[in-house]
């Protein structure tokens, strides 16, 4: 149980254009979703916290404009990130908390800009 | 807000001994500390976790050790193994909120 659907797994994009890494729940509701971003080598880094039917959370020093997060029902959870540059590449997860106490993350979205 | 700060960065042992990592967190509120062990590419993999009534969790070969008093929380592995080589990640929440990460740890086990 408790398991969320990540896509795409990887994505390769040109300079200037936009990317939707889309969460699914698939057999809980996921009311919150935390979006990380983790640079090779380093940790997960919390960049918003989304939930469903209201704006989104965004940490410190993550640009709201660029990172565009909506989570319009209790299954789905979209990350767009608009305008990407070769500094956005990176491995982005989503995560949820889930009924059990504990989280659950998707598989992971490797995008590349080039 | 809270911070995890986890030591050591990296970490060699020889196939059978154990290994320790550490990890302290700075929010007293904080009653969820899993661990996580993550191959490259991959979503972090639950491998113990343990809530702030409990001072001590074991399963098997690993053990998770929780001081609430000092706001540190350790992860044991005993007996390890070639195949236990990875990045191990201390985590710390409140009450299903957003989940901090530790730095990380690149475990290395020599056989």
């Known amino acids: 149980g408790a398991v969320v659907s990540q896509h795409p797994s990887w994505v390769i994009c040109k300079s200037g254009t936009s990317v939707k890494i889309e969460c699914r729940s698939l057999?809980?509701?996921?009311?919150?979703m935390f979006w990380y971003r983790q640079f090779p080598k380093q940790s997960l880094m919390l960049m918003a916290t989304?939930?469903?039917?209201?704006?989104?959370t965004y940490e410190q020093g993550v640009e709201k404009d660029k990172f565009l997060i909506n989570h319009a029902s209790l299954t789905l959870s979209t990350l767009t990130v608009t305008s990407a540059h070769p500094e956005d590449s990176s491995f982005y997860i989503c995560?949820?908390?889930w009924g059990g106490g504990g989280y659950t993350f998707g598989s992971g979205t490797r995008l590349t800009v080039v | 807000g809270e911070n995890v700060e986890q030591h050591p960065s990296t970490l060699s042992v020889q196939e059978g001994d154990s290994a320790v990592i550490k990890c302290t967190y700075s929010?007293?509120?904080?009653?969820?500390f899993p661990w996580y062990k993550q191959e490259l590419g991959k979503r972090p993999q639950l491998i113990i976790d343990i809530r702030s009534n409990v001072g001590e969790k074991k399963d098997q070969r690993i053990a998770v050790t929780l001081n609430k008093t000092a706001k540190h929380f350790s992860l044991h592995i005993t007996e390890t193994q070639p195949e236990d080589s990875a990045v191990y990640f201390c985590?710390?929440?409140?009450?299903?909120?957003?989940?901090?990460f530790g730095a990380g740890t690149i475990l290395r086990v020599k056989s």
């Open positions: 995560s949820a908390p």
């Open positions: 985590a710390a929440s409140r009450d299903g909120n957003k989940l901090v």
């Open positions: 929010d007293s509120a904080s009653n969820y």
């Open positions: 989304s939930n469903e039917g209201s704006k989104a």
């Open positions: 057999d809980f509701q996921a009311t919150t």
